[in-house]
Every structure is written in C-alpha cells, then in structure tokens.
C-alpha cells in the first residue's frame, strides 16, 4: 500500500541576537526537524524522498553555488571541488506535518499542540518540518565565486546565516540526486600549518551591524539521524557555537522547550548547544577582530549547560565565551595610552581602509611547523590595493604582540579582563588546535545585536565602564547608534560581501 503526502508551508524567521562578555551569547538559532519533500511510503521499503514540486512547497531548496580554491607554493589555487551555501534551518519556515500551521511564530514562541511541553520533546521534533528558501528574499546572491548579503531583505527578512557545505563522495559516485538530504555534508576544514583567505568588501556595515566570518565544530551531519531529523545539512541543521546557544530550536533531534528556570521566575531553554569556535573576521567600519574560543567539550556539547538560567556562570564553564580578541581598536586605543586620536590602523580611511575591498588573510602556526603539530599562532595580515599590511603591533602588560598566542591571552586577560585565565583554562591554542583535527565547519553571517547593540565590537562596553577601564573602549559608536535602536528598515542598502575564498600552505593564497 502506498501513502503519498505532500507537505505544504508558511513559517516564520528569526533573527539572531548576541550579547557578549558575561551574558549568554546567542549568535542565532538553528532548527532540526524535517524537511520539506514529499515522502512515498511502500510496504516493504524504507521511506524515499523526493523534492518538493510547486505546488506542495513554497519553496525548493536550492543551495546556491559558492567555490573555494586549494592552494599549494607549487601548483598554485585551484578549484577545491563543487562546494556550495545553505541557509541556517532557524531563518526557514517551519510548519506541521498534518496540520499545516506553524510550529513556531517569532513572537508566541512555540504554537503548535504538539510543541506545548518539555515532554513534547520528541513529537515536536518529528511533526515539525522544514522548507526550502528563495534565498533572493533574504538578500543572499551568489556569481558562484563570490556572495552578497543584504541587512534587510526584499520581503523583510532580517540578517542571514549560512554555511558551506558539500555533496559527500560516495554519494556523487552513485550518482546520487542533489534534492536528496542525505547526500550531503558540511565541508569540513583543518587548517593546522595553513592559512585561510578571502576578500571582503563592506563600505556600509556602520555601528550596530557585523558582518563575521567564522569556524564553529558543529558536526558534519549537521545531527542528521534519519528519524527525528531527516534534513541535515542542506536544510542548515546542527548549528552550536562557543556562546551556548540557548535559543536553537531544536537540538540533536529534541524540540527546544522552554522550561522553568532554576531561580524561579520565567522560562529558560532546555538545552544549550556549545562548542570550539574561531572568529576569523568579526567587523564593521569602525573596528574588527579576530577571536578563538575554545570549549571543554569536543564536538557539540548539550549536556550540562542545559541548567545555565541566564547565560553567564554555566556557560562560562562550558566555554570561553567572550574568547581571546584580537581586536584593532580595542588594542589600539590601549596602547596608545586611552587615545582615540592614536587609533590609525582599521576604519574608514584608515591604514588599512574598511571602505575599500581587502584581502584578510589568516595562518594558523604550529609548534613544529607540520601539519600534525599543536596549534600555537594564529597570525592576521591583509592585502589591499595591491599591498601586504602586516597586522599591527599592541603592547599589553608590557609585552608587545602582533598576534594571537597563549602569552597573548595570558596579558589580555590580566589587564582587559576579570584576572581569571578563561581563555587557557579551556585548553587555550592547543584546544583550538585539536578542534581543527576533528574539523570545523565555515560560516557566513549578517546581523545585529538587540541585546548588547554591538557594543562589545565597536563601542564602549559595558556601557557604565569609564573611558580609562583597561580594555573596555572598542570602538566610537554610542549606544543609541545603529540598529536595532534605529529602525532596522533604515538600513536596506546596508550588503556585505565575500569572494575569492582560498585555504593552503602557508603563504600561498596571497602576494
């Protein structure tokens, strides 16, 4: 007997929102559930899957076409496979099997009977399915070696969240379709002894907005498992990084519901989805940095955070959330003995021009300078007008520093920070290091912060701080400036983009 079922959708985005230093960082959210495809069910056969048609979907999923070059000294770049971007599963929409109605609305939160209790956990996450994107209607374009981002899409939608990702090796040799979930796989990377380039350009990312390159070691599989998540990957599932998460909504097959929090009042996530994470370009127009977080825990962790009320203690002891920044105003600034007139290095006009394209090239060095060695740097040098910038030099605790190493972290923390070694207590380099071996997955985002508005990157923070707090200025925007204080619909024009990816030895994907 066969049952055929179309599954047919309206859903609803979420944006994402971040606060940083001790406050729970959300650097937004991701979905696990099913996908939106038509499943033919056969007495005697396992369910097969099909994409969607127009008329049971709003839309097919479509990952749009994104390449990246393998470098060597020897034989230069070249095109390192068919690699590809797919939206994060939280920014799709997410509707019943059988009902047709959301599961989810922004702002009711959960809606569908079968998400009502912590309990619904499980049936939550095998009745909630989700779509494919139109991903011109979030303002993501793709020429194939390079991608745009708009703040504000054409139909509304705020801020993006992509990944790159791949169809796995034995599934092209079988000859396998691209609208089948399970042929895919987030592309994965080590880049011990090797460095990693792209060039950016972003001349309207202003205060309250970035625009962030980063490494997360979310699993490959995106938590595919075949039963209570049969969409992985392609539909942008797994997601986790060194902020633990709270508001993922569905984490390793389990619908995220709120439950009551240990100090009594509200309701608090029931899971929290940490792990490993490197922040190769977090930036605007008025500074920029580049962090490493490590965590306790290899791969995603989701278990003992899940009791982290609101953010701060608990997950600090999971992660390193706030991390080790390299951060050019912030250093800056201190160095030259709290003088903003002395910031010269990164922002508009500046030495290295944040209104000009620019090349961002970032070399992971280890101990014994092999592929297999510990992590011990990680060094910044930019390219732009046809010129190599080395990265500028910052004198903290006496010491003087153009990169980001463990004695680095070491005088950061002791001056900028609470004197409690976060950053080394979590295993420090080599922690980050260690991750790479297992690999980590390469993320794209566009988005502001309603929770801290930006200020960690480029203003003052916390806010209540004096000028003359040790590492507390980190940028000139106030506190007022820049979504979401300002309407959001204010910055439509407002893009950033990213091209000519490239990863290799040392040395090779640049001048």
Not at 41 to 70: H, R
Not at 81 to 95: C, F, K, P, S, V
Not at 238 to 258: E, L, M, S, T, W
Request: with cysteine.
């Amino acid at each position: 007997i066969l049952k055929l079922q179309f599954l047919y959708f309206i859903g609803f985005q979420k944006k994402k929102e971040k606060k940083k230093k001790n406050t729970l960082v959300t650097k937004s959210m991701s979905r696990m559930s099913k996908m939106c495809v038509g499943l033919l069910l056969a007495a005697g056969y396992s369910a097969g899957q099909q994409a969607c048609n127009g008329m049971d979907c709003q839309a097919v999923e479509q990952p749009l076409q994104l390449g990246i070059q393998k470098c060597t000294k020897a034989g230069g770049c070249q095109k390192d496979g068919e690699t590809y971007i797919t939206m994060d599963a939280n920014w799709r929409w997410l509707q019943h099997e059988d009902t047709y109605t959301n599961c989810w609305d922004q702002y009711k939160m959960w809606v569908n009977p079968d998400c009502s209790s912590a309990a619904d956990q499980q049936k939550c996450a095998q009745n909630c399915m989700l779509e494919g994107v139109d991903y011109g209607k979030y303002g993501v374009t793709s020429d194939g070696t390079s991608m745009t981002m708009k703040f504000k899409g054409p139909d509304g939608n705020i801020g993006s969240r992509l990944y790159m990702l791949e169809q796995k090796a034995e599934a092209k040799a079988r000859g396998a379709s691209k609208a089948d979930p399970s042929s895919w796989e987030y592309k994965t990377f080590n880049l011990l002894n090797k460095e990693f380039s792209f060039t950016v350009e972003a001349p309207k990312l202003s205060c309250g907005i970035n625009g962030p390159i980063y490494f997360v070691e979310m699993n490959k599989d995106g938590d595919m498992d075949g039963t209570d998540n049969t969409a992985g990957p392609l539909y942008g599932t797994g997601y986790c990084d060194a902020q633990c998460p709270g508001d993922i909504h569905f984490v390793k097959g389990r619908a995220n519901i709120p439950i009551q929090n240990a100090q009594g009042g509200g309701a608090d996530s029931a899971w929290h989805a940490c792990c490993n994470e490197i922040d190769l370009w977090e930036a605007n127009n008025v500074s920029t940095a580049v962090t490493p977080h490590p965590c306790e825990a290899n791969g995603t962790d989701v278990t003992g955070t899940y009791a982290c009320p609101n953010g701060a203690d608990k997950c600090r002891e999971t992660c390193d959330h706030a991390g080790c920044d390299f951060a050019s105003y912030r250093l800056q600034y201190y160095s030259g003995g709290m003088n903003g007139a002395k910031v010269n290095f990164y922002g508009n006009g500046l030495k290295v021009d944040a209104s000009k394209p620019v090349t961002v090239v970032t070399q992971f060095v280890t101990d014994d300078g092999t592929d297999t060695g510990k992590l011990k740097e990680m060094r910044r040098v930019y390219v732009q007008d046809g010129k190599v910038i080395q990265n500028m030099n910052a004198t903290v605790a006496g010491n003087t520093h153009d990169s980001i190493t463990d004695g680095f972290c070491k005088d950061q923390a002791n001056t900028f920070d609470d004197k409690v070694q976060h950053f080394a207590a979590k295993g420090g380099m080599a922690k980050m290091g260690d991750s790479f071996t297992r690999g980590m997955v390469l993320v794209f985002s566009l988005w502001d912060d309603k929770e801290a508005h930006m200020l960690w990157l480029d203003g003052k923070y916390p806010q209540n701080a004096s000028d003359s707090t040790p590492g507390a200025v980190r940028g000139t925007c106030g506190p007022n400036e820049g979504p979401p204080m300002q309407p959001e619909q204010n910055y439509a024009d407002v893009t950033t983009s990213y091209g000519n990816l490239k990863y290799g030895e040392i040395g090779s994907t640049f001048p």
